[in-house]
């Protein structure tokens, strides 16, 4: 099965648009996690344990592993077979943010779908579909493209006005406008659209039709399910992946984790 | 010293702007290497300790590693290591091409100058520099962003249309605008300009005076050594760091690196 149906089906099957965050810091978590011998992949394995059946998808950001060096490339290894043997339906999907020319973006490739194994990988779009080739022309797998960003600052180079057909439009929208359009071939293109943009999430949803969206930036960063919820389904009622780390992970106890994340699911179907 | 100054010193000391893209290919390697238990580092090795004295800089390209897990970051680590150590006043940039938003570029940040101690990094612009304070703010380090690429297609966004105070400008050029202006409150900012597009290393000369651009693309690519002096060199007959990769790392033996090595930096003199 593909990466597309693998998430639709996991989001219908499970009543579920939650993806859950896996941005382990160590600094964060329960003391005891520090003195593991592998502090990231042990609270992984817990948060995933205690919420997989609230969950659409695992989004698991490299960053935080990649501070620790190979140890951490190690455990981000071991989280992602955790996650493949033990929940194989639940898609995974690597926050990565990579993209380079097109050969060099074999070597990401195959990090990212031979050696971990996901179902997907965020990518900067500023190089253009010619470098992503490698990415796009995965028909298995999810190609998310990075199109408004849940920063801050996302609008400094986001928002620019670009001229197209003698209209204009800001960057965000050409981006969501070319996804869709030419991007797409294979049906395996998703966006990223920040949870705290929901005026460009409408617009974004009005551009791409059905396609679903990853959309981070609930919580600490200041996105509202609701707003997102609101402003984001598609024609059946689906097609966002609410993305949420800290406001689930640092809960406290396993039980706590647990309940979070049934609460923000909970929340979520709120609004549907 | 700051890499701004560790760069130009390298440059006006040795009277080179090669910087020696280190991409290891095992295919593209001789056999020898790819029946050593470290093919990657054991090659770079040999790179390095034939080409040093060509060298104003050593750009490793990370992708070329992630491919083999975590063997491969070992053999980052390693080659980084042994740079750092028998060559400590060669700049040691990474090729990375990160960004993400602001509290996940600290992971980034420690990968990159904690655990590598590269003295500088490859960025993509779109998150803004909100996004990338992090790397903003180490002055002692450069953040390396990304303007015009060298692949075919990256005119499909960085060539869109930018209105801005009533012209109109193609998106690298209100990217080099932008870092100039306003990201290099530090003097850390460098931009990478492709090799193939020399008219847009001009005008993006132009915009941004003295600052030092990484300029790939030689070779495999189309790019031309001639062209990409004459278009890009500073107000100082400098400033440019032309990365050159396969043309040197597949030439065969030790004895054949060192050559097309010196060979290429001396023909770029030719034209400064």
């Known amino acids: 099965m593909n990466a597309k149906d693998k998430i639709e089906n996991r989001m219908t099957s499970t009543q579920t648009m939650l993806c859950i965050g896996l941005d382990p810091d160590i600094s964060l978590m329960p003391q005891k996690f520090g003195k593991s011998r592998k502090p990231l992949f042990t ?72 050696y971990l194994n996901a179902d997907g ?51 965000y929208e050409i981006v969501a406008q070319t996804v869709v359009s030419k991007w797409n071939r294979n049906g395996n293109c998703l966006l990223v659209v920040g949870a705290t943009y929901p005026s460009e999430l409408k617009k974004v949803r009005s551009i791409v039709g059905d396609m679903t969206l990853l959309v981070p930036g609930i919580g600490a960063q200041g996105g509202e399910i609701k707003k997102v919820v609101r402003a984001g389904l598609n024609s059946k009622k689906s097609g966002l992946l609410i993305n949420i780390g800290r406001a689930i992970l640092y809960k406290g106890s396993a039980e706590e984790i647990g309940l979070a994340a049934r609460q923000c699911r909970a929340e979520i179907n709120l609004y549907v």
């Open 43 to 114: 609270f992984c394995r817990l948060v995933i344990d205690t919420t997989y059946e609230s969950a659409a998808a695992f989004k698991i950001n490299t960053a935080f592993f990649e501070k620790y060096g190979t140890d951490g490339i190690g455990e981000l290894k071991q989280t992602c077979d955790y996650l493949r043997k033990k929940f194989p339906t639940i898609p995974l999907l690597l926050d990565a943010k990579r993209a380079d020319i097109r050969s060099t973006n074999l070597g990401y490739v195959s990090f990212v779908y031979d």
């Open 121 to 171: 990988v965020t990518l900067h779009p500023y190089l253009g579909s010619e470098a992503l080739k490698p990415f796009l022309d995965r028909k298995d797998k999810a190609a998310i493209i990075l199109c408004r960003t849940s920063n801050q600052g996302s609008g400094e180079f986001q928002d620019l006005r670009v001229k197209s057909k003698g209209k204009t439009f800001p960057l």
